[in-house]
């Protein structure tokens, strides 16, 4: 049984990709058994081409390169990679557009998870592309969240709400970690169903962190002394269309985790909120209609997918 899978989404972003695996390869020892699982989610062929003339380049045992013939959003094209993971104690779910910093950071969160009974999921600190200090926690996303925003709940219960932009130092338990890079037990994951493949973008770690929290009585670290680069969202280009994506997988998520009413009162505050918003942007007009709508998945990024068929 391997220590760790590692899986890895490419989606028109091959150099970021390679330069992943690179890292992961450098930066770890033999102290470790691991593997890595590129999922390709179905990018563009000259970019799958390009991603899988450099892996083999590298002719490493540890590498497989699997390619989806449609576009599954990060959930499902995780979930992919899990499919084809080797029988393995923990996943190490890590963007493409990433490098490491720490030596064998992948043993050292391992170690943390063995000595500590009630993590569930951990992760080492972001920095940017100048390894500067990057928030990597966030409070679970929830109706306060939304429409008292954070600054407020971090001020008003400290305890409940850690402040997000400070330096911890010692390993800290937080509400939930960037998707960027998380780390968690197999068995755990399995128990808890894995990704919810219904949340095409966004929330996939808060979803994650909540039901491993309801479940499982098991909570997500954040281990400062581990750290690691993180570009930031290489593959989505910001639009209207993602922030109507944001809209549908938050008030999904909502329902999910809190009920009808919680999802009803914040679709009704988006309502208000953008209609005022579309008056003088009126790019924000699609995304009111949406809202009116009640924004259902059926509206979701997810159904527009085309599908590939050149493996």
Not at 42 to 69: C, G, H, M, P
Not at 146 to 160: C, H, S
Not at 250 to 259: A, E, I, P, S, V
Not at 292 to 309: C, D, M, V
Request: charge should be positive; include cysteine.
């Amino acid at each position: 049984m391997l220590d760790v899978s590692c899986i890895i989404i490419n989606y028109n972003t091959s150099k970021y990709t390679y330069e992943a695996v690179v890292s992961l390869l450098d930066m770890h020892n033999n102290t470790i058994k691991f593997e890595i699982i590129i999922v390709d989610n179905a990018s563009k062929e000259e970019d799958y081409i390009v991603l899988k003339s450099s892996l083999n380049n590298l002719n490493k045992s540890n590498l497989q390169l699997i390619r989806s013939t449609i576009n599954t959003g990060f959930g499902g094209g995780n979930m992919l990679g899990v499919a084809h993971a080797s029988p393995t104690k923990y996943y190490a779910f890590i963007n493409n557009d990433t490098l490491q910093v720490s030596d064998n950071c992948l043993k050292h969160l391992k170690d943390f998870m063995e000595t500590e009974p009630d993590a569930g999921l951990c992760s080492p600190q972001m920095l940017d592309e100048h390894k500067n200090f990057r928030v990597t926690i966030d409070h679970f996303s929830s109706l306060q969240r939304e429409i008292l925003r954070r600054p407020l709940l971090e001020t008003l219960f400290p305890k409940t709400y850690l402040k997000r932009k400070i330096e911890y130092i010692e390993p800290t338990k937080v509400h939930y970690v960037q998707g960027s890079f998380m780390f968690i037990e197999a068995n755990d994951f399995h128990d808890i169903g894995g990704f919810d493949t219904n949340l095409f973008l966004f929330y996939e770690e808060s979803d994650i962190s909540k039901r491993l929290l309801k479940q499982k009585h098991k909570y997500s670290y954040l281990i400062p002394s581990l750290k690691y680069i993180h570009y930031k969202s290489a593959s989505i280009k910001k639009n209207i269309d993602i922030k109507i994506e944001q809209k549908i997988s938050l008030l999904y998520y909502t329902k999910k985790h809190y009920g009808w009413w919680h999802q009803k009162i914040l679709n009704l505050y988006y309502i208000l909120r953008y209609f005022f918003t579309s008056i003088f942007k009126p790019k924000y007009w699609k995304l009111f209609t949406i809202l009116l709508s009640g924004a259902p998945l059926s509206r979701s990024l997810k159904y527009k997918q085309p599908i590939n068929e050149e493996v």
